[in-house]
């Protein structure tokens, strides 16, 4: 019994000091609701987050591994959006907003070294959007995520027969996205992919492989149907079709 309490604390928090803060906020103050709510999530979290300036947490957030979350100034956590920042952390950055239903987790407890999640300014994670950060993830600024959109920055090793997939380990390269992009709803971005600056990629689409900047890709798996620089779309492109 006490080996499995050790076991879950380790899986929540990084002391025990820091998992009583941490459930004794949420207990207190993760249900008010209005403004009036988040105005005192705002500044109990300040106590075990670090944060510059304010963020505005709405009720029902779930946060982990509180002390390895770095919020910058305006940051919006949405209602229902988990954050559980072990073992690399979490990182977002000032005026981004994490929609409601989001998932963020650094959920691992190997020696991953560029495990994490770091999310630039002014970008958006769609509602029920989910981001694995295991081999790191990287979001430059102004990315707009849809909704439902998968960043999978791990993947299993399957290849001895004679063992389940689940004992043969995982790979973790990462997943980077370049600034001003634009991920369509329902997306699924896979583990060792960078997606370049001021790319948009289909909604649906399965991303397994680099994307080059300022293009434009679809499909399952994802293909590259347009270069914006070579081949540019009048100002309201009407055959175009992503959200």
Known sequence: MVDQLQLYLKRQ?????????EQFIQAALGWVPTI??????GLAYRTIVQMDGLAAIEDGVRIRFAANLRLGKGVYLDHGSYLHACP???SIGAESLVMKNAILHVYNFRDLPHAGITIGARSLIGEACILRGQGGITIGDDVY???LVQLLAVNHVFADTTRPISMQGITAQGITIGHGSWIGSGAIVLDGVTIGRNVVVGAGALVTKDIPDYCVAVGNPARVVRDLQRDPLPERPADLVVF
Do not use: K
């Open 36 to 41: 009036i709510g988040v105005g005192l999530r």
């Open 88 to 90: 690399g952390g979490i």
């Open 145 to 147: 995520l849809g909704t």
């Open 13 to 21: 928090a990084s002391s025990l000091p820091h998992y009583i803060a």
